[in-house]
């Protein structure tokens, strides 16, 4: 019922505005590159910096195991000042809430840190950080997830981003992402094509020494002016069936 009702405010305060960052659901996990928006600090805390306003982004995915994951992030924004960034988790009985602040650290790059709170299958407290870099024609990404967990009573190990996103085919972007945790690496490529009105994504993460973790492929488009978008894929090593629908969008700055 909680997360009814979350939803049903975020997408009322969006309602109001057309302006917001896609959420990609169909490029799965490639995104400390590209990751933007109050959802970023899931995979590259510095993608949370952004205009000035108050952005919302929502993101479901239902599977045929008990894997269906639940993502809610919201972020305010003013001139001159960090992002504030809160944003939730949640994945069966594992849960985990963040609080991060993102800022332009200089020229084309922004800098995120900030504390997370593991509340589900396993509890305790750790710190993220990342840096992102956005070029005209590339973008490269690395963060660090969950440090000093075991230093708060936690047992999440320490996951290690990094990836890169090329944009140099007009109205196409093209990634790459790889993903360390403890004896675990996720390698991932991906893309998006602008097609008239809609925005074509896939993606493919890999386990080089267990198969495939996750494929999918996404669609984007504006309804009522509120981006939506949706995909569907399988993942895990019995490649379980899923279906992602997110919402996304912004309320400009008043102050």
Same mark, same amino acid.
């Given at each position: 019922?909680?997360?009814?009702?979350?939803?049903?405010?975020?997408? $009322?305060?969006?309602?109001?505005?057309?302006?917001?960052?896609?959420?990609?659901?169909?490029?799965?996990?490639?995104?400390? *590159?590209?990751?933007?928006?109050?959802? *970023?600090?899931?995979? #590259?805390?510095?993608?949370?910096? /952004?205009?000035?306003?108050?952005?919302?982004?929502?993101?479901?995915?239902?599977?045929?195991? /008990?894997?269906?994951?639940? %993502?809610?992030?919201?972020?305010?924004?003013?001139?001159?000042?960090?992002?504030?960034?809160?944003?939730?988790?949640?994945?069966?009985?594992?849960?985990?809430?963040?609080?991060?602040? !993102?800022?332009?650290?200089?020229?084309?790059?922004?800098?995120?840190?900030?504390?997370?709170?593991?509340?589900? !299958?396993?509890?305790?407290?750790?710190?993220?950080?990342?840096?992102?870099?956005?070029?005209?024609?590339? !973008?490269?990404?690395?963060? $660090?997830?969950?440090?000093?967990?075991?230093?708060?009573?936690?047992?999440?190990?320490?996951?290690?981003?990094?990836?890169?996103?090329?944009?140099? &085919?007009?109205?196409?972007?093209?990634?790459? #992402?790889?993903?360390?945790?403890? /004896?675990?690496?996720? %390698?991932?490529?991906?893309?998006? !094509?602008? &097609?008239? $009105?809609?925005?074509?994504?896939?993606?493919?993460?890999?386990?080089?020494?267990?198969? &495939?973790?996750?494929?999918?492929?996404?669609?984007?488009?504006?309804?009522?002016?509120?981006?939506?978008?949706?995909?569907? @894929?399988? #993942?895990?090593?019995?490649?379980?069936?899923?279906?992602?629908? @997110?919402?996304?969008?912004?309320?400009? *700055?008043?102050?």
């Amino acid at each position: 019922m909680r997360q009814a009702l979350a939803l049903i405010v975020i997408v $009322v305060l969006l309602g109001l505005t057309g302006y917001a960052v896609p959420i990609d659901p169909g490029m799965g996990s490639d995104r400390t *590159a590209l990751a933007s928006g109050p959802l *970023a600090p899931l995979w #590259n805390p510095a993608g949370a910096a /952004d205009s000035p306003g108050v952005h919302g982004a929502f993101l479901a995915t239902l599977t045929s195991s /008990d894997e269906s994951t639940i %993502l809610i992030g919201v972020s305010i924004a003013a001139d001159n000042s960090p992002t504030v960034c809160w944003s939730m988790y949640k994945q069966g009985n594992n849960k985990e809430t963040w609080g991060t602040f !993102a800022f332009p650290a200089f020229a084309g790059t922004t800098a995120g840190l900030g504390v997370a709170y593991a509340f589900g !299958a396993q509890t305790g407290i750790s710190f993220h950080t990342g840096v992102l870099y956005r070029g005209a024609t590339w !973008a490269f990404g690395g963060s $660090v997830m969950h440090i000093g967990s075991g230093l708060f009573g936690g047992g999440l190990p320490i996951e290690l981003r990094a990836g890169a996103a090329l944009y140099a &085919i007009p109205g196409a972007t093209l990634t790459a #992402n790889v993903s360390l945790s403890e /004896d675990t690496i996720i %390698l991932t490529i991906g893309g998006e !094509a602008r &097609i008239w $009105v809609l925005d074509l994504r896939w993606g493919l993460s890999i386990i080089p020494t267990g198969g &495939i973790e996750r494929l999918g492929m996404g669609l984007g488009f504006d309804l009522f002016s509120i981006p939506i978008d949706i995909s569907v @894929g399988v #993942n895990g090593e019995s490649l379980n069936p899923y279906a992602s629908l @997110g919402i996304s969008a912004d309320i400009p *700055a008043w102050w």
